[in-house]
C-alpha cells in the first residue's frame, strides 16, 4: 500500500523572522511562517497517513490506577502536540468545543499554548481534568 504513495521532495518553506507576522496571522493560512519544532524533510506522503492509537499509558496517565479511560477516542499526546502546534500562533489559545478525554488540552499545556475546553459529558470532564493536570 505505501507503494502507491511517490516520494516528494523537502518543503522549502522559511521560518519568518517578523515576529509581528508570527504574532498577527493565523493558522494555515500564515505566510512564511512554519511550525515550532516542525520540519518536512521529503519522502513517501504515506507519512501523514499513519498514526499508532494512543497507548495505555498515553490514555490513562494522571488517572487513578483504579480508574482508567473509558473514552472510546483518546487521541495520541505526540499527534495532538503536532497538530496545535501546527495551527496554533505563537502565545495563541485553542478552544477545544468537543474536549472529550482531554487530548487536546494535554498537549496545549506541553506546548505552552493556552487552552479552553468544552465537554457536556461529566464522567469525560473528570477524565480530561485528570489528563490535563
Same mark, same amino acid.
Do not use: W
Given at each position: 500500500? !505505501?507503494?502507491? =504513495?511517490?516520494?516528494?521532495?523537502?518543503?522549502?518553506?522559511?521560518?519568518?523572522?517578523?515576529?509581528?507576522?508570527?504574532?498577527?496571522? =493565523?493558522?494555515?493560512?500564515?505566510?512564511?511562517?512554519?511550525?515550532?519544532?516542525?520540519?518536512?524533510?521529503?519522502?513517501?506522503?504515506?507519512?501523514?497517513?499513519?498514526?499508532?492509537?494512543?497507548?495505555?499509558?498515553?490514555?490513562?496517565? $494522571?488517572?487513578?490506577?483504579?480508574?482508567?479511560?473509558?473514552?472510546?477516542?483518546?487521541?495520541?499526546?505526540?499527534?495532538?502536540?503536532?497538530?496545535?502546534?501546527?495551527?496554533?500562533?505563537?502565545? $495563541?489559545? &485553542?478552544?477545544?468545543?468537543?474536549?472529550?478525554?482531554?487530548?487536546?488540552?494535554?498537549?496545549? &499545556?506541553?506546548?505552552?499554548?493556552?487552552? &479552553?475546553?468544552?465537554?457536556?459529558?461529566?464522567?469525560? !470532564?473528570?477524565?480530561?481534568?485528570?489528563?490535563?493536570?
Amino acid at each position: 500500500m !505505501v507503494g502507491l =504513495f511517490p516520494d516528494t521532495k523537502p518543503s522549502n518553506i522559511r521560518i519568518s523572522e517578523d515576529k509581528d507576522i508570527q504574532k498577527s496571522t =493565523f493558522a494555515l493560512g500564515r505566510t512564511g511562517v512554519t511550525p515550532r519544532g516542525i520540519s518536512d524533510n521529503g519522502g513517501s506522503a504515506s507519512r501523514f497517513f499513519y498514526c499508532a492509537k494512543a497507548s495505555k499509558k498515553d490514555r490513562n496517565e $494522571g488517572l487513578p490506577e483504579d480508574k482508567p479511560s473509558t473514552h472510546p477516542t483518546v487521541k495520541p499526546t505526540a499527534l495532538m502536540q503536532y497538530l496545535v502546534r501546527l495551527v496554533t500562533p505563537v502565545g $495563541g489559545k &485553542v478552544l477545544d468545543p468537543f474536549m472529550g478525554s482531554g487530548s487536546t488540552g494535554k498537549a496545549c &499545556v506541553l506546548e505552552g499554548f493556552d487552552f &479552553v475546553g468544552i465537554e457536556r459529558e461529566e464522567e469525560y !470532564v473528570k477524565i480530561a481534568t485528570a489528563r490535563i493536570n
